[in-house]
């Protein structure tokens, strides 16, 4: 079966503390995975994408296909960070691909 | 260029009414998607266009919630005899084709009575 899971419901953590949000997939072929991000009062966009290889606002994601992990990380969060982060996989197969998404985890970063 | 727009942005009806829910997608993007959010909860896919394949409607929770995309363009989610359980906020996505980004549109926010 094709899923995302996401642990965490819920992350708290202190301004200038490290956060890792965790994501982990199950899907047999090459995954292709994504973090979006929704801020408070904002549309829901994306983060960042594996396959960029980009650090987006500090954040980064290393796909780790051992533990079939996507795990997101940040050395200092800031309060702004705070927000409501969804993993997804690229899932499906051939012309009917979609997203299957976690049920994210909701960051809040206390000052 | 313009995003993804919703409309109504609010939404209040009464238990047993018809609601339609409408989503203008990112002009040329041929997958259009629809997701609910429920208070608290996460992204709960509901149904997916592509171009003009037949939409995967794998989602949908009953027969009361139903979906039409006009070629490309406008989407209508139609939900019959909404139940109190319907309240969330509906979201619209496009994406140029279905690997690629989603563009959310603001939602809309259902409210049952």
């Known amino acids: 079966a094709q899923r995302v899971t996401q642990p965490e419901k819920l992350l708290s953590v202190f301004k200038g503390a490290p956060v890792e949000l965790k994501c982990n997939y199950s899907?047999?072929?090459?995954?292709?995975l994504f973090w979006y991000v929704q801020y408070s009062r904002q549309r829901l966009q994306l983060l960042l994408r594996?396959?960029?290889?980009?650090s987006i606002k500090g954040f980064t994601a290393d796909l780790n296909k051992g533990e079939t992990s996507f795990h997101l990380k940040k050395p200092f969060a800031q309060e702004e960070d705070s927000a409501m982060y969804y993993c997804?996989?690229?899932?499906?197969?051939?012309?009917?691909?979609?997203?299957?998404w976690g049920l994210g985890t909701s960051l809040a970063v206390n000052p | 260029g313009a995003g993804v727009s919703q409309s109504p942005s609010n939404k209040v009806t009464e238990k047993g009414k018809d609601v339609e829910l409408r989503c203008d997608p990112i002009s040329g993007h041929t997958a259009l998607y629809w997701y609910r959010q429920r208070l608290g909860q996460g992204l709960e896919f509901l149904i997916y266009f592509q171009g003009n394949s037949a939409p995967d409607k794998s989602g949908l929770p009953s027969d009361r919630f139903s979906a039409e995309r006009t070629g490309e363009s406008v989407s209508t989610l139609t939900i019959q005899r909404t139940q109190q359980e319907d309240s969330a906020v509906y979201l619209c996505a496009s994406s140029g084709r279905s690997q690629e980004t989603q563009y959310f549109g603001p939602g809309t926010r259902l409210l049952v009575l």
């Open positions: 594996h396959i960029s290889r980009e």
């Open positions: 997804a996989l690229l899932g499906g197969a051939g012309n009917n691909r979609k997203l299957i």
């Open positions: 899907y047999s072929g090459s995954p292709e």
